[in-house]
C-alpha cells in the first residue's frame, strides 16, 4: 500500500522548505503567499536499519525500501472554505491524502513575512481549523438534505443516517473537527464518514517548525501550541525546516551523520516524520527476502498474511495458500535463511496469521 500525506499550513510557515528538503526536491520556496500553486509531490524513502540488516545477510541484486508520498499543498488563508485564495485546490487537494501534516510556524524572523502579521501558531492552527470544518459542514448539508428526502418516503436506513448526519453536524457546528466525533464504530456512521469524505476526519500529525537554537526543546511558541492541542489526541513534533535543508545538501552519509552529532541531533527530522506518520495510521513494516532483492513492504497493523501478500499482487492474496515466516529477530540471530530453518524457527502460517512487524515473508500462491 502507498502512505500519501498532504502538508498544509499558512502561507510562509516553511512547508515548501521543509518539502524540499524532505524530498530533496526543487519546489518553489519564496517569501510571498502562493509560492506553490500547484501541488508538489515528492518521494520519500522510508529508513529502516531492518532492511539494511537483511541485505547484509542476503547480499541481493537489489535493495528496496518502502516510501511515503509527499504532497506540498498550497498555503491556506481565509475564506478559503469559500474559494478565497486557492481555497477550493487547496480542499480538493486535501481530499486525495491519507493524513495531514500540519506545520505551524513557530519561529521568530523580521525577514519572513508572515501572512497575519506576527508568528502565533495556534491562531494559525484555528484559521485553518476553521476553514477545514466549514467545507466540511458544507458537504454535511448537501449529504443531509438527500437522506431527508429518502427518510420521507419511509426507507429506515435513511431515517437513522439522518440522526448521524445531524449528530455530526452539531458537533462540528461547535468547532470540532470530525475525527473526534464518537460513536465511529458503528456500521452506518462507517459509511456516512466513507461517502462524505470530510476534511476533518483524516488523522493529522502537528510539525512545529522552529529555529535551529529551539530545536531541542521549543520555546514559548510551541509550548502554548502543545497545550492548545493537549485534548486532541494528536501527535506533535518538533523539526527546524532549516537544518533540515541543510542536511538535504550533503552529498553522503557520513557528513550527515557527523552534521547531526554537531548539531546534537539522534537523528534527522524526516525520520522523527515518518515514524510518526506510521504511528499514526498504525502503519508497520514486514520484509521479502531473496537473492534477487531485499525488499520492505507497508501494510496496516492487525492486517492478515493474504492481505500482506496483496500489497505484492493481488493475485497473491487471491490464490494466497499459506505464508513462510521468519522473525526478524530470529534472523538477525542465525545469520541466513537456511540456518533459521535447521534451527526450526520458520514457520509456515495460514490465512489467519496476523503479520507482525519486521516479519520476513515467502508467500505460497495459487491462480
Not at 1 to 19: A, E, H, Q, Y
Not at 171 to 200: C, G, I, Q, V, W
Not at 324 to 337: Q, T
Request: aromatic share 6%.
Amino acid at each position: 500500500m502507498g502512505l500519501r500525506c498532504g502538508i498544509v499550513g499558512l502561507p510562509n510557515v516553511g512547508k515548501s522548505t521543509l518539502f524540499n528538503a524532505l524530498t530533496s526536491a526543487k519546489a518553489l520556496a519564496a517569501n510571498y503567499p502562493f509560492a506553490t500553486k500547484d501541488p508538489n509531490v515528492g518521494i520519500i524513502t522510508v529508513p529502516d536499519e531492518r532492511l539494511d540488516q537483511l541485505a547484509e545477510f542476503v547480499n541481493p541484486q537489489k535493495i528496496i525500501p518502502t516510501t511515503v508520498e509527499i504532497v506540498d499543498i498550497a498555503g491556506l488563508i481565509k475564506g478559503a472554505s469559500q474559494g478565497e485564495g486557492l481555497g477550493n485546490q487547496f480542499l480538493g487537494n486535501i481530499r486525495e491524502v491519507d493524513a495531514i501534516i500540519h506545520v505551524v510556524r513557530c519561529f521568530e524572523d523580521g525577514n519572513v513575512v508572515h501572512v497575519d502579521g506576527s508568528v502565533d501558531p495556534v491562531r494559525d492552527k484555528e484559521t485553518i481549523d476553521t476553514e477545514l470544518i466549514l467545507k466540511d459542514i458544507e458537504t454535511v448539508e448537501k449529504r443531509l438534505d438527500k437522506l431527508r428526502k429518502n427518510a420521507k418516503s419511509g426507507d429506515k436506513d435513511a431515517v437513522k443516517s439522518v440522526g448521524i448526519g445531524e449528530a455530526i453536524m452539531e458537533h462540528l457546528s461547535n468547532e470540532n473537527p470530525a475525527r473526534s466525533f464518537d460513536d465511529k464504530d458503528d456500521e452506518t456512521t462507517k459509511e456516512l464518514f466513507r461517502e462524505m469524505m470530510l476534511l476533518t476526519a483524516k488523522p493529522i500529525l502537528y510539525v512545529c517548525n522552529v529555529s535551529e537554537d529551539d530545536v531541542h526543546e521549543g520555546n514559548e511558541h510551541t509550548e502554548a501550541f502543545k497545550k492548545a492541542v493537549a485534548d486532541e489526541n494528536a501527535q506533535t513534533i518538533l523539526i527546524s525546516a532549516g537544518i533540515e535543508a541543510d542536511i538535504a545538501e550533503l552529498e553522503s552519509k557520513e557528513e550527515r551523520l557527523e552534521f547531526l552529532e554537531d548539531m546534537g541531533l539522534n537523528e534527522p527530522g524526516v525520520n522523527k516524520l515518518i515514524n510518526a506518520s506510521y504511528k499514526l495510521l498504525d502503519l508497520i513494516t514486514y520484509f521479502t527476502a531473496g537473492e534477487k532483492e531485499v525488499r520492505a513492504w507497508t501494510i496496516r497493523r492487525g492486517d492478515k498474511a493474504p492481505q500482506a501478500a496483496g500489497v505484492i499482487h493481488t493475485d497473491f492474496e487471491k490464490g494466497f495458500i499459506r505464508a513462510e515466516v521468519i522473525k526478524y529477530a530470529d534472523y538477525v540471530k542465525y545469520g541466513s535463511e537456511a540456518k533459521v530453518k535447521d534451527a526450526g524457527k520458520l514457520s509456515i502460517e495460514g490465512k489467519e496469521y496476523l503479520v507482525g512487524d519486521g516479519d520476513v515473508m515467502h508467500f505460497r500462491f495459487n491462480v
